[in-house]
């Protein structure tokens, strides 16, 4: 009846290891810290993990700059601990999936390094080399010239070789003096782009790939993966409203699909596994065509953008509404109906913390956490639960930049600042509450012992003070709480195929708060109703859906086991409905 697959009735957890769980007191989580935890993510009711990047790493991204590719860095654990967190995965009906950073690697890799070190080098084709340009060749004046711009060596005085902009903030370029030319590099300057027009590179990646499957995994969530094809000459950005100058070039590029149907075709398709493309930037249209590609699904970001400023700007504030919301995901529902498959997901390692986002993070933190679950857990596709989200984890409390360890934050805080870009010192704190990626990454909370349970030593990254009320222990306790809620949903998902399979259909509305649809499957109809507000309101849903029903999941006491003709919605209130 249904094209089945393991990956689409599954719910991924993921796991960001530097902030889960310290076993060894060095305050930073571990491997063997994940393992003790596993019956905890058993009894949840979670069927995947995905682990953030364990890779040997200087650090610079928390492991998004990998030296080497098929070792564990000893922060984290030997590969002994790595092998029995996967069997102690596989022993509880549980999978793991592996994150691939192909777009780049750190400077420290020794493929890097041997790049690096002449222009004659075997391996200096492995990342992207070019002369400067001239100012004349450039058409800059000495005057709008500032060598501090490119942390220029004394006495040269060249530009980049074209205006691409790194995610981080500052030119996509740096200049090494020991050959005198320049690297590309869309993240920090540590995490040098490899160049996958060199076939050499891509048949290594294969085999590194293929390594891992047959080390057991069950897959890979792929970063920054539609960044890996750069166009021919590399020519400068078009486009002034792009995420980031040169984006237009370089987001879905010319041979994308090439390099990922050959990864496809030469790798994935030999083991039953599931990939999940990160896109920096992707439209449904090309959503399909990785899918085609054979890719599972893709991470898109579309409507994690809704609260950017003027101009798609991330560094500075807009105001997301629930029509946006609606809107951008039932164009994702509706776009992949048939024929691809979405990804779900409001939080994530680099993004803030959702109950402080989509929900009201004070009088109604639980309500409204559990409404996002609700939402979460109940459009098609795969979902994506982030480490913290069962309990209602919250953005951190920046008090000062002196607490902000990402990378990301701090280079485009300090660029904005060069330009002049933010003006106050309190307007920057505001954006950093609000944006950092560190808002994520704050410790688990586990129990209200000191430093919540996470470590016994300093933990890297302070504990968010809300602790001593919001945490593991806690939650056990407490009957309502968001935690014993989503193991709710995720075991009445289970029991019923239509939470999968069935169809999105939107229920049409002028309510500027509630969001309502169904999900339709040949033989059987779910109602979601879902009030995004902290005012109690009033719904109308649609004739069709008026009888009785079944109250399959709400979050607050409701014994009516019908859907009346007119609906009292209080505060954050989420019902989900078996029709008879
Ligand atoms: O953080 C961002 C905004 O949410 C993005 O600019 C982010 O850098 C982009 O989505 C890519 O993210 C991935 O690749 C980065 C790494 O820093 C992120 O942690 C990772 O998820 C570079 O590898």
Known sequence: QYDRAWWKEAVVYQIYPRSFNDSNGDGVGDIPGIVEKLDYLEELGVDVIWLNPVYESPGVDNGYDIADYRSINERYGTMADWEELLAGLHERGMRLIMDLVVNHTSDEHEWFQRSRSSTDSEYRDYYIWREGRSLEEAGVSAAEFDPADYHLPRGVYELPPNDWESFFGGSAWTYDEETGEWYLHLFDEKQPDLNWQNEAVRETIYEMMEWWLQKGIDGFRMDVINLISKPEGLPNGEDSDAIVRGADQFVNGPNVHDYVAEMHDRVISNYDAMTVGEMAEVSVEEAKKFNEDGMSMVFNFDHLRLDFGPEGDRWSRGEWTVDGLRETLTEWQEGLEGDGWNSLHFNNHDEPRMVSRFGDDEEYRRESAKLLATLLLTLKGTPFMYQGEEIGMQNYPFESLTEVRDVDTLNNVRVARQRGRLESEEEILDLV????????????????????????????????????????????????????????????????????????????????????????????????????????????????????????????????????????????????????
């Open 433 to 580: 509450q609000y944006r950092s990626r560190d808002n994520a990454r704050t410790p688990m909370q586990w129990h209200d012992d000191e430093h919540a349970g996470f470590t016994d030593g300093d933990p890297w990254m302070p504990v968010n003070p809300n602790y001593t009320e919001v945490n593991v222990a806690a939650a056990r306790r407490d009957e309502e709480s968001v935690r014993r809620y989503y193991r709710h949903l995720l075991s009445v998902r289970d029991e019923h195929d239509v939470f999968v399979y069935g169809d999105y259909v939107l229920h049409p509305t002028d309510h500027d708060r509630v969001w309502a649809y169904s999900r339709v499957a040949p033989d059987a109809e779910l109602f979601v109703v879902l009030n995004f507000s902290s005012a109690a309101t009033t719904y109308v849903p649609p004739a069709n859906v008026v009888g009785e029903a079944e109250l399959l999941v709400g979050n607050y006491d409701n014994p009516i086991g019908r859907i009346n003709d007119t609906l009292d919605m209080r505060p954050w209130e989420a019902r989900v409905y078996l029709l008879d």
